[in-house]
């Protein structure tokens, strides 16, 4: 008779959240999740998996990337020479084949996140408008759960109803519009910015304080509301920030006035790395650091959390719903240039480009995402990403843990790149090297914490059973680059890097209550000025896929 | 494998309550052509659409004229079969092709299309889509140069110069001026048409030309100078009012003044249809447009679009674009994806006698492909998808009669601005959906290569 159980035997356990630092335990598995030892010791598992001498996590959880939806689509489309020489994904019994590059395809996006230990991921700009096109090209991305951020930052309806200083109807859109969705939370874009974009030839807003022409309301304004209504409806997770000013010499005011905008609402900044500049407005001759002053303020300010946004040299894809950033970095690379505004919601820019070693400025994008997790106190409050692929694939992260593990190899990359990065960032005295255990939170537990999933990142009975089993290597780039095995709900889903049983991985959404009186005036407002009818714009449950709702 | 669950298998009709033996169903979705109006009001009477309000005339044509094919929902050979044995021929065929080649796909829910893309997978075969008979030489531009575009909705709400450029959307797209294009009240220009100025760029003087403010008449063939010539205006270039002249057939003056209209617009359009995508230049001519339009962009702002003409041709490009990382013209045989329009487009393996085998999905190439592409598919065996006997239907070895998408069927399509909007069928067909029989397609082929 079966008893249902899987084992993992005898590994070296990692479960920063309940404290547990490289411990030799067993695991124990049942219907998905992790369980209690069965209480009979006569009971044995079905399968046990011998995990002695190997290092044991949860599964990595990526809260941070652009992996579905129209953009990511369009750069797929945009760019068949990123395919070409780049490796390609072979057809197996049971498996699809794909293209890899700086955007892989769909099924080859889930195989490679899987073979390196990651079972969860979060896209991380979406508009609301192309829900059901993320939720289409989630289906067929597999061995992930998966959940995105919907766009908001310049939503027609939420800067009116801050101009009408109305933040209750503010607040039960947001609830609305994430469960008409079937999103995560809100995002902002370089808020108030992508409105002035579609508005005028060049068009961005430049600071916090600055008005968004036809709707009489400012970024600090949006920020401010926003956040406050997130943490009145108990979501999950905070709202997630994506700067004004991404990319600018200075930046770095505009990302302090943002974290001070926050008060004490929580509030995440991603790919804080490309928004901690110093130096003249627009003036790349005085480029330099201020990543010190910026991680000074997150470690002293606990409801604040970050991702990092990790640069690595080579060429990549740059994608965002940050309009005007499009417009910039298209031009400044001479690149192709895709641009797509989407109606009463957001904007899109995509542009190829590399960065090199031999550049000042790319080299001190490089050193200060590794800045950040340096000096960083607390590494439960900033989280591994290249916001792949804008910085870089995904398909790095071994790379940036060694980078992070490994001082010699880190200082040896160092003397590779632009002089001039060690009198422009602190990087060259920073010795500190990350244990396993701190690994372990950046790239997983932490995430989970920091996006409320209850069942992720951890290893206690209640998880999901999402593990991986690592062999240990001083070469930390082939330990995390080729787990031993990769287990997805109890599934063993990669063996030694082959794909085993690639499951499809659900949805996490919110559901959050509002008040639906609300409802009429949205459809008023909708019926107005959308291309599309109100009632075919939400999306109902049964279009979902496996789906599981994260309670508020 | 993912597709085995297909998100749209529950339909969520928008049945409105029945009255006297008839069903309205509220906010349906067209699918003739790719505005994919997604609000027709239709009443239902006995499995007749009786009313289609909203739909244009080529709408109303799709909803009134449909109805459930007496025809087999399964013919081998032309003669009556079961969808079983159907489903096990085409299997056979597919596996022991050594080219099979999977073609279509545009007026089909992106369900069955990725569905279709998996096949070819197993198979090792060849997709390709109708985008390389009409858009495709766009796709290859966007590759080169990229695209500023935005969905319909901002060209309702902020677009005060638009220019339809080689297509003729008054017939084929017969709601895109009332619905997106011209007439709507938008939010930045609210008094509706009285706020846009439109213009025509055609060879010919069509209908949509009558409703235009201004009208160039080129000369056939000279797209790509007009464009360039655009292009040079709008960098203060200098150029020659002769050359102009000759070229394009339209006076040097008459394109500075539309440089001047096109600077001065605070949300300019270009919309380009099928005259500038297959005639001489083709992917340079919509390359120069989408260049043009970028060049736009240090002025004022100014977007493009192409007018797709089936209703889920854009979802096409999209689900084979995610699954395989490229739009259409992708091949398979080494086990991973690779593309090469010419090389791997359907016109091309048929009419250079390449594939062995064909899967064909709601198109009719014996209907209009040149004829040795014509010759050729008729003699290698195929398995045909449609709701309709077509050409392509009768000359198929197995030839499968399927639901119609959106009037009997749920689903997704994309609109031609990569809006995903869903299906509320009217009606249940006897027939088998396309979703239905390539799934049934699919398993089968996955136990015969294994």
């Not at chain 1, 991921?121 to 992930?144: K, N």
């Not at chain 1, 904007?347 to 950040?372: D, M, R």
């Not at chain 1, 949205?522 to 075919?536: G, L, M, P, T, V």
């Not at chain 2, 990569?418 to 089968?444: E, G, K």
């Amino acid at each position: 008779m079966t008893s249902g159980y899987f084992k993992i035997a005898g590994g070296t356990v990692y479960d920063p959240l309940h404290g547990i630092d490289g411990e030799r335990r067993d695991i124990w598995i049942r219907d998905g999740k992790i369980v209690e030892p069965p209480s009979d010791p006569e009971v044995r598992s079905d399968r046990t998996l011998d995990a002695s001498g190997l290092v044991v996590m949860p599964g990595g959880v990526d809260m941070h990337c652009h992996i579905a939806g129209p953009k990511v689509n369009s750069a797929r489309k945009m760019r068949p020479e990123d395919k070409r020489k780049g490796e390609k994904v072979v057809r197996r019994a049971g498996t699809r084949s794909g293209t890899v590059g700086s955007v892989p395809s769909t099924f080859a996006t889930g195989y490679k996140y899987a073979g390196l230990g990651y079972t969860t991921a979060f896209d991380a700009a979406i508009p609301p408008l192309a829900a059901r096109h993320v939720h289409e090209e989630f289906e067929d991305t597999p061995c992930l759960d998966k959940g995105f951020f919907v766009l908001m930052g310049n939503n027609h309806y939420v800067m009116q109803s801050i101009q009408r200083n109305e933040p209750e109807r503010m607040r039960s859109f947001i609830a609305w519009l994430l469960g008409a969705a079937k999103g995560f939370t809100p995002k902002l874009v370089n808020p108030g910015g992508v409105e002035v974009w579609k508005q005028l030839p060049s068009g961005n807003v430049h600071g916090l304080d600055e008005t968004v022409a036809n709707f009489g309301v400012t970024p600090r304004q949006i920020i401010e509301q926003v956040a406050r209504a997130v943490d009145e409806l108990s979501l999950p997770h905070s709202v997630h920030i994506h700067c004004n000013n991404l990319g600018m010499p200075g930046n770095w005011h505009t990302t302090l006035e943002t974290m001070k905008t926050l008060g004490d609402a929580r509030g995440h900044l991603s790919h804080i790395q490309f928004h901690s500049y110093g130096g003249g407005e627009a003036d790349e001759t005085t480029f330099n650091s201020k990543a010190p002053p910026l991680v000074e303020y997150v470690n002293t300010h606990p409801n604040l959390t970050v991702d990092v946004g990790q640069v690595l040299f080579g060429e990549t894809t740059t994608m965002t719903a940050d309009g005007p950033l499009g417009y910039y970095l298209s031009n400044a690379f001479k690149s192709k240039w895709f641009s797509s505004d989407t109606e009463m919601e957001s904007g899109c820019g995509i542009a190829p480009i590399e960065y090199k070693n031999t550049s000042l400025v790319h080299s001190l994008q490089w050193a200060i995402g590794l800045e950040w997790y340096l000096l960083a106190a607390d590494p439960w409050r900033v989280v591994m990403s290249t916001d792949h692929p804008n910085g870089g694939s995904f398909l790095a992260y071994p790379q940036i843990i060694q980078l992070l593990m490994d001082r010699t190899y880190r200082e040896d990359m160092l003397k590779q790149v632009h002089p001039a990065v060690l009198e422009r960032s602190t990087l060259g005295g920073l010795s500190r090297e990350y244990s396993l255990y701190e690994i372990c939170i950046i790239t997983r537990s932490g995430p989970a914490k920091i996006l409320g999933l209850k069942n992720k990142g951890h290893l206690a009975p209640g998880a999901d059973a999402d593990i991986t089993i690592y062999t240990p290597n001083d070469d930390k780039t082939r330990m995390f680059e080729l787990p031993r095995a990769v287990i997805k709900s109890g599934v063993v889903i990669v063996d030694q890097g082959e794909i085993r049983e690639p499951l499809t991985g659900k949805l996490l959404y919110v559901s959050p209550e509002y008040d639906t009186g609300i409802e009429s005036d949205i459809a008023e407002w909708f019926e107005k000025y959308y291309s599309i009818r109100f009632r075919n714009y939400q999306v109902p449950l049964d279009y979902l896929h496996e789906a599981e709702e994260v309670p508020c | 494998m993912s597709t085995a669950a297909s998100p749209a298998k529950a339909g969520h009709s928008g049945a409105e309550g029945t009255d006297a033996g008839t069903t309205v169903i509220q906010d349906s979705t067209c699918t003739f052509c790719g505005c994919v109006c997604d609000d027709i009001d239709i009443t239902v009477k006995d499995n007749h659409i009786v009313d289609a309000k909203r739909a244009c005339v080529l709408g109303k044509a799709w909803f009134y004229n449909h109805h459930a094919d007496d025809r087999p929902s399964c013919l081998i050979e032309g003669r009556p079969a079961s969808v079983a044995e159907g489903v096990e021929r085409a299997a056979r065929i597919l596996t022991e092709a050594k080219y099979p080649i999977i073609y279509g796909l545009s007026d089909t829910t992106s369900e069955a299309q990725r569905v279709a893309v998996g096949i070819g997978d197993t198979i090792g075969g060849t997709v390709d889509t109708t985008t390389s008979v009409c858009h495709g030489p766009s796709g290859m531009a966007f590759q080169d140069v990229g695209e500023v575009t935005c969905t319909l909705g901002e060209v309702a709400n902020r677009g005060d110069l638009i220019i339809f450029w080689g297509g003729n959307p008054a017939e084929s797209h017969p709601r895109h001026f009332s619905k997106y294009s011209l007439m709507p009240k938008g939010m930045f220009v609210p008094n509706g048409r009285k706020d846009r100025t439109a213009v025509g760029v055609d060879v010919r003087k069509t209908k949509t030309a009558k409703a235009m403010d201004l009208f160039f008449q080129i000369k056939p063939r000279s797209d790509f100078e007009a464009l360039w010539t655009l292009r040079a205006l709008a960098k203060g270039i200098d150029i020659d009012p002769e050359q102009v002249k000759n070229d394009t057939g339209i006076e040097l003056s008459r394109w500075q003044d539309l440089m001047v209209r096109m600077k001065a617009a605070k949300f300019g359009v270009i919309l380009f249809g099928m005259g500038l995508t297959m005639t001489r230049g083709k992917h340079l001519n919509s390359e120069a447009l989408l260049c043009l339009v970028r060049d736009m962009n240090a002025f004022t702002r100014f977007v493009a679009k192409p007018m797709r003409g089936h209703g889920n041709v854009t979802g096409a490009d999209n689900v084979v674009t995610w699954q395989t990382g490229y739009p259409f013209g992708v091949n398979m045989s080494r086990g991973y994806p690779r593309f090469n329009p010419g090389e791997y487009t359907t016109s091309d393996t048929l009419a250079r006698r390449e594939a062995d085998a064909a899967l064909l999905i709601a198109c009719d190439p014996m209907a209009n492909f040149s004829q040795p592409a014509r010759e050729w598919l008729k003699s290698i065996p195929y398995i045909a998808l449609d709701p309709k006997d077509t050409p392509t239907t009768r000359s198929a070895t197995v030839a499968f009669t399927t639901a119609t998408y959106g009037i009997n069927t749920p689903g997704t399509v994309y609109r031609m601005d990569d809006v995903p909007i869903y299906l509320r069928p009217a009606f249940p067909s006897s027939h088998p959906s396309d979703f239905d029989v390539l799934s049934a397609i699919q398993r089968r082929v996955a136990e015969l290569k294994t």
